[in-house]
């Protein structure tokens, strides 16, 4: 039996695999509210933005707008 396991992901990658898709004209901004988290917005060329709900952790928020909105 092989010993081929997946490497979890952390939150670090995570949001570097999010930005490094990002297209170049597309708007995204982070903001991190006192006792509510990180809330991430994204907007491309042709549609309106969309925000995140709050997260504690900001690859969270930033997978989920980006999941949103391509």
Known sequence: MGHNYAK???SQV???RVLSRLP???SVRI???PGKGWRAWMQSPTHSGQWSEPHN????????????VR
């Open 8 to 10: 979890p992901l952390t």
């Open 14 to 16: 995570r949001m570097e």
């Open 24 to 26: 170049e004209d597309w």
């Open 31 to 33: 903001e991190r509210e």
């Open 57 to 68: 952790d900001l690859a969270d928020a930033l997978e989920e707008v980006w999941r949103a």
